[in-house]
Nanobody
Framework: QVQLVESGGGLVQAGGSLRLSCAAS????????MGWFRQAPGKEREFAAV????????DYADSVKGRFTVSRDNAKNTVYLQMNSLKPEDTAVYYC????????????????????WGQGTQVTVSS
């Protein structure tokens, strides 16, 4: 069982930055690829970013590529999402999720591959 707790959300002006954190319980954090998803009001949840269990592989949605950076610290059981050049369309609830890895560099963008989810943190970008 893995419990995930996100933090770092808030209100920011367009062009600003935020860093989200997701703290995980358990001793096997490195066995999980960690993803970030987001859900805007009235829209389906969508993939944003993912990092492999070993941290050596990442993938991003086209909408955030070049602006968002995902990283992890396995010693601290924490994954981060650095968000720069934020836009109003980035406004959403952001969720971190854990997927049992298939190998150290494995990643997935599919929400149904993820076994555990956090409760979400709100990010609001004003224009």
């Amino acid at each position: 069982q893995v419990q995930l707790v996100e933090s770092g959300g808030g209100l920011v002006q367009a062009g600003g930055s935020l860093r989200l954190s997701c703290a995980a319980s358990g001793r096997t954090f490195g066995n999980y690829a960690m993803g970030w998803f987001r859900q805007a009001p009235g829209k389906e949840r969508e993939f944003a970013a993912v990092i492999s269990g070993g941290g050596g592989n990442t993938d991003y949605a086209d909408s955030v590529k070049g602006r968002f950076t995902v990283s992890r610290d396995n010693a601290k059981n924490t994954v981060y999402l650095q968000m720069n050049s934020l836009k109003p369309e980035d406004t959403a609830v952001y969720y971190c999720a854990a997927a049992q890895r298939r190998h150290a560099r494995w990643t997935t963008t599919r929400s149904y591959d993820y076994d555990y989810w956090g409760q979400g943190t709100q990010v609001t970008v004003s224009s």
